[in-house]
Protein backbone atom coordinates (compact mmCIF):
# COMPACT_ATOMS: atom_id res chain seq x y z
CA UNK A 1 0.00 0.00 0.00
CA UNK A 2 1.39 3.32 -1.01
CA UNK A 3 2.54 5.80 2.16
CA UNK A 4 0.55 8.68 0.08
CA UNK A 5 -3.61 8.67 0.85
CA UNK A 6 -3.27 11.19 -2.08
CA UNK A 7 -0.93 12.41 -4.45
CA UNK A 8 -0.53 14.46 -7.57
CA UNK A 9 1.97 13.73 -10.66
CA UNK A 10 2.16 16.53 -13.16
CA UNK A 11 -0.67 18.23 -12.05
CA UNK A 12 -1.72 20.85 -15.45
CA UNK A 13 -4.64 22.82 -16.31
CA UNK A 14 -4.86 25.19 -18.68
CA UNK A 15 -7.95 27.86 -19.77
CA UNK A 16 -7.36 28.47 -23.41
CA UNK A 17 -3.64 28.72 -23.05
CA UNK A 18 -3.34 30.38 -19.61
CA UNK A 19 -2.02 28.03 -16.99
CA UNK A 20 -3.83 27.89 -14.00
CA UNK A 21 -2.19 25.23 -12.60
CA UNK A 22 1.25 23.91 -14.07
CA UNK A 23 2.90 20.25 -12.80
CA UNK A 24 1.90 20.53 -9.73
CA UNK A 25 3.61 17.15 -7.69
CA UNK A 26 1.64 16.65 -4.35
CA UNK A 27 2.35 13.85 -1.86
CA UNK A 28 -0.20 13.76 1.11
CA UNK A 29 1.29 10.96 3.74
CA UNK A 30 -1.64 8.98 4.59
CA UNK A 31 -3.42 9.80 8.03
CA UNK A 32 -1.75 13.31 8.29
CA UNK A 33 -2.93 16.67 7.87
CA UNK A 34 -1.41 18.59 4.58
CA UNK A 35 -2.28 22.26 3.63
CA UNK A 36 -2.22 24.25 0.60
CA UNK A 37 -1.48 27.81 0.61
CA UNK A 38 -1.19 30.37 -1.41
CA UNK A 39 -1.50 34.04 -2.32
CA UNK A 40 -5.10 34.34 -4.23
CA UNK A 41 -5.05 33.21 -7.48
CA UNK A 42 -2.74 30.94 -7.06
CA UNK A 43 -4.53 27.91 -8.65
CA UNK A 44 -5.72 25.95 -4.99
CA UNK A 45 -9.19 25.70 -6.02
CA UNK A 46 -8.30 24.84 -9.21
CA UNK A 47 -6.41 22.02 -7.36
CA UNK A 48 -9.33 20.81 -5.39
CA UNK A 49 -11.12 20.94 -8.47
CA UNK A 50 -8.96 18.40 -10.08
CA UNK A 51 -8.42 16.40 -7.29
CA UNK A 52 -11.91 15.77 -7.03
CA UNK A 53 -12.41 15.46 -10.69
CA UNK A 54 -14.34 18.57 -10.75
CA UNK A 55 -12.37 19.60 -13.58
CA UNK A 56 -10.84 17.10 -16.11
CA UNK A 57 -6.95 17.77 -15.86
CA UNK A 58 -5.09 18.99 -19.22
CA UNK A 59 -2.57 16.71 -18.25
CA UNK A 60 -1.14 14.81 -15.18
CA UNK A 61 -2.36 12.14 -12.80
CA UNK A 62 -4.30 11.97 -9.22
CA UNK A 63 -4.01 8.93 -7.33
CA UNK A 64 -5.95 8.16 -4.40
CA UNK A 65 -4.03 5.40 -2.14
CA UNK A 66 -1.77 4.71 -4.83
CA UNK A 67 -5.01 4.03 -7.41
CA UNK A 68 -4.98 6.33 -10.63
CA UNK A 69 -8.19 8.07 -10.58
CA UNK A 70 -7.54 10.56 -12.88
CA UNK A 71 -10.19 9.05 -15.10
CA UNK A 72 -13.16 8.86 -13.06
CA UNK A 73 -15.53 11.12 -12.48
CA UNK A 74 -16.31 13.30 -9.04
CA UNK A 75 -18.93 10.79 -7.97
CA UNK A 76 -16.66 7.68 -8.54
CA UNK A 77 -13.69 9.14 -6.30
CA UNK A 78 -16.68 10.23 -3.90
CA UNK A 79 -17.16 6.78 -3.46
CA UNK A 80 -13.46 5.80 -3.22
CA UNK A 81 -13.39 7.89 -0.21
CA UNK A 82 -12.38 11.03 -1.21
CA UNK A 83 -14.60 13.63 0.18
CA UNK A 84 -14.44 17.38 -0.68
CA UNK A 85 -16.33 19.47 2.44
CA UNK A 86 -17.38 23.06 2.87
CA UNK A 87 -18.19 23.85 -1.01
CA UNK A 88 -20.35 21.19 -2.07
CA UNK A 89 -21.84 20.04 1.45
CA UNK A 90 -24.20 23.02 1.74
CA UNK A 91 -26.56 21.82 4.49
CA UNK A 92 -30.52 22.27 4.24
CA UNK A 93 -31.37 25.45 6.05
CA UNK A 94 -34.94 24.20 6.68
CA UNK A 95 -34.18 20.23 7.70
CA UNK A 96 -32.99 19.67 11.36
CA UNK A 97 -29.92 18.90 12.43
CA UNK A 98 -30.63 14.88 12.41
CA UNK A 99 -32.54 15.12 9.31
CA UNK A 100 -29.58 17.08 7.63
CA UNK A 101 -27.46 13.66 8.55
CA UNK A 102 -29.71 11.56 8.02
CA UNK A 103 -30.28 12.82 4.29
CA UNK A 104 -26.28 12.14 4.17
CA UNK A 105 -26.35 8.84 5.30
CA UNK A 106 -29.37 7.78 2.86
CA UNK A 107 -27.27 9.58 0.23
CA UNK A 108 -24.15 7.36 1.01
CA UNK A 109 -26.41 4.16 1.23
CA UNK A 110 -28.65 4.80 -1.72
CA UNK A 111 -31.67 5.63 0.12
CA UNK A 112 -31.78 9.27 -0.09
CA UNK A 113 -35.42 9.94 -1.74
CA UNK A 114 -36.92 6.98 -0.15
CA UNK A 115 -39.12 8.73 2.09
CA UNK A 116 -41.69 6.07 2.37
CA UNK A 117 -39.17 4.16 4.51
CA UNK A 118 -41.17 2.81 7.52
CA UNK A 119 -39.61 4.13 10.65
CA UNK A 120 -38.13 0.75 11.99
CA UNK A 121 -35.60 1.06 9.14
CA UNK A 122 -34.73 4.52 9.97
CA UNK A 123 -34.14 4.60 12.81
CA UNK A 124 -30.45 2.70 12.52
CA UNK A 125 -29.65 6.02 10.83
CA UNK A 126 -31.16 8.28 13.13
CA UNK A 127 -28.68 6.41 15.80
CA UNK A 128 -25.85 6.79 13.68
CA UNK A 129 -26.75 10.78 13.01
CA UNK A 130 -26.96 11.56 16.67
CA UNK A 131 -23.54 10.11 16.88
CA UNK A 132 -22.56 12.31 14.42
CA UNK A 133 -23.53 15.18 15.43
CA UNK A 134 -22.28 13.94 19.30
CA UNK A 135 -18.71 13.84 17.61
CA UNK A 136 -18.82 17.38 15.83
CA UNK A 137 -20.65 18.92 19.34
CA UNK A 138 -23.62 19.28 18.48
CA UNK A 139 -25.76 16.79 21.09
CA UNK A 140 -28.73 18.16 22.10
CA UNK A 141 -29.04 20.49 18.64
CA UNK A 142 -30.93 17.12 17.16
CA UNK A 143 -34.26 18.91 16.74
CA UNK A 144 -32.87 22.18 15.84
CA UNK A 145 -33.34 23.43 12.16
CA UNK A 146 -29.75 23.98 10.51
CA UNK A 147 -30.74 27.42 9.97
CA UNK A 148 -31.15 28.45 13.52
CA UNK A 149 -27.66 27.56 14.08
CA UNK A 150 -24.56 29.88 15.05
CA UNK A 151 -22.17 30.33 11.63
CA UNK A 152 -19.57 28.16 13.73
CA UNK A 153 -22.26 25.53 14.77
CA UNK A 154 -23.43 25.52 10.84
CA UNK A 155 -20.02 24.25 10.15
CA UNK A 156 -19.69 21.82 12.59
CA UNK A 157 -22.72 20.62 11.29
CA UNK A 158 -21.43 20.34 7.42
CA UNK A 159 -18.13 18.32 9.08
CA UNK A 160 -21.15 16.05 10.65
CA UNK A 161 -22.77 15.74 7.23
CA UNK A 162 -19.06 14.89 5.15
CA UNK A 163 -18.67 12.25 8.48
CA UNK A 164 -21.98 10.94 6.86
CA UNK A 165 -20.01 10.47 3.72
CA UNK A 166 -17.33 7.69 5.52
CA UNK A 167 -14.43 9.67 3.97
CA UNK A 168 -10.79 8.45 3.96
CA UNK A 169 -9.56 11.64 2.60
CA UNK A 170 -11.02 14.89 3.40
CA UNK A 171 -10.64 18.02 1.40
CA UNK A 172 -11.80 21.15 3.54
CA UNK A 173 -11.57 24.20 1.87
CA UNK A 174 -11.35 27.56 3.92
CA UNK A 175 -12.86 26.09 6.98
CA UNK A 176 -12.61 28.89 9.35
CA UNK A 177 -13.41 31.49 6.20
CA UNK A 178 -15.57 34.42 7.35
CA UNK A 179 -15.35 33.06 11.11
CA UNK A 180 -15.02 35.39 13.80
CA UNK A 181 -12.45 34.85 16.59
CA UNK A 182 -14.27 32.62 19.04
CA UNK A 183 -15.27 30.42 16.40
CA UNK A 184 -12.13 29.75 14.90
CA UNK A 185 -10.48 27.34 18.19
CA UNK A 186 -13.44 25.16 18.18
CA UNK A 187 -13.50 24.06 14.51
CA UNK A 188 -9.54 23.61 14.35
CA UNK A 189 -10.17 21.47 17.54
CA UNK A 190 -12.88 19.52 15.25
CA UNK A 191 -10.86 19.33 12.26
CA UNK A 192 -7.92 17.76 14.59
CA UNK A 193 -10.14 15.14 16.31
CA UNK A 194 -12.30 13.95 13.17
CA UNK A 195 -8.23 13.38 11.21
CA UNK A 196 -7.87 10.55 13.42
CA UNK A 197 -7.78 7.61 11.29
CA UNK A 198 -8.13 9.54 8.34
CA UNK A 199 -6.01 12.11 5.62
CA UNK A 200 -7.03 15.81 5.05
CA UNK A 201 -6.05 18.36 2.88
CA UNK A 202 -6.49 21.89 3.59
CA UNK A 203 -6.76 25.12 2.26
CA UNK A 204 -6.73 27.85 4.53
CA UNK A 205 -5.81 31.35 4.49
CA UNK A 206 -5.26 31.78 8.19
CA UNK A 207 -1.92 30.87 9.04
CA UNK A 208 -2.36 30.19 12.94
CA UNK A 209 -4.87 27.24 12.05
CA UNK A 210 -2.10 25.81 9.49
CA UNK A 211 0.28 25.99 12.12
CA UNK A 212 -1.30 24.14 14.66
CA UNK A 213 -3.31 21.74 12.36
CA UNK A 214 -0.66 20.94 9.39
CA UNK A 215 2.18 18.84 9.57
CA UNK A 216 3.30 19.53 6.09
CA UNK A 217 2.46 22.47 3.90
CA UNK A 218 2.35 23.03 0.06
CA UNK A 219 2.95 26.40 -0.96
CA UNK A 220 1.47 27.66 -4.64
CA UNK A 221 2.15 30.57 -6.51
CA UNK A 222 0.96 31.23 -10.12
CA UNK A 223 -0.36 27.92 -10.62
CA UNK A 224 3.44 26.30 -9.35
CA UNK A 225 4.56 24.81 -6.57
CA UNK A 226 6.67 27.55 -4.66
CA UNK A 227 8.00 25.24 -1.73
CA UNK A 228 6.98 22.16 0.18
CA UNK A 229 7.92 21.60 3.92
CA UNK A 230 6.77 22.20 7.25
CA UNK A 231 5.34 25.06 8.95
CA UNK A 232 8.55 26.17 10.09
CA UNK A 233 10.44 25.67 7.09
CA UNK A 234 7.92 27.68 4.69
CA UNK A 235 6.83 30.02 6.71
CA UNK A 236 10.88 31.16 6.63
CA UNK A 237 11.80 30.73 3.06
CA UNK A 238 12.38 34.28 1.90
CA UNK A 239 10.43 32.89 -1.33
CA UNK A 240 7.48 32.62 0.25
CA UNK A 241 7.58 35.88 2.27
CA UNK A 242 8.37 37.35 -1.07
CA UNK A 243 5.12 36.04 -2.55
CA UNK A 244 2.95 36.52 0.13
CA UNK A 245 3.99 40.31 0.56
CA UNK A 246 3.14 40.02 -3.25
CA UNK A 247 6.18 40.92 -4.08
P1 LIG B 1 -6.92 30.38 -5.79
O1 LIG B 1 -7.94 29.40 -5.34
O2 LIG B 1 -5.55 30.06 -5.31
O3 LIG B 1 -7.29 31.81 -5.44
P2 LIG B 1 -7.82 29.68 -8.46
O4 LIG B 1 -7.55 28.23 -8.60
O5 LIG B 1 -9.23 30.10 -8.17
O6 LIG B 1 -6.81 30.33 -7.39
O7 LIG B 1 -7.39 30.43 -9.80
C1 LIG B 1 -6.09 30.28 -10.38
C2 LIG B 1 -6.05 31.09 -11.66
O8 LIG B 1 -6.83 30.46 -12.65
C3 LIG B 1 -6.59 32.51 -11.51
O9 LIG B 1 -5.78 33.38 -12.29
C4 LIG B 1 -7.98 32.40 -12.07
O10 LIG B 1 -8.41 33.63 -12.61
C5 LIG B 1 -7.81 31.34 -13.15
N1 LIG B 1 -9.03 30.57 -13.38
C6 LIG B 1 -9.65 29.76 -12.48
N2 LIG B 1 -10.74 29.17 -13.02
C7 LIG B 1 -10.82 29.64 -14.31
C8 LIG B 1 -11.72 29.42 -15.40
N3 LIG B 1 -12.77 28.58 -15.28
N4 LIG B 1 -11.48 30.06 -16.55
C9 LIG B 1 -10.41 30.88 -16.69
N5 LIG B 1 -9.52 31.14 -15.72
C10 LIG B 1 -9.71 30.53 -14.53
New binding site residues.
Partial sequence: MSDYALEARGLT?T??G?H??KDVNLKVRRGSIHALI????????????LLTKT?TPTAGQVLLDGQDITKLRSAQVAKLGLVRSFQISATFPHLTCLENVRVALQSNNGTAFQFWRSLKAVEPLNQRARELLAQVGLAGREETPATELSYGKKRALEIATTLALDPKVMLLDEPTAGMGHEDVEPITDLIRKVSAGRTILI?EHNLSVVSSLCERITV?QH?EVLTEGTYAEVSTDPEVITAYMGG
Fill in positions: KFGFAVGPNGAGKTTCFNLVLG
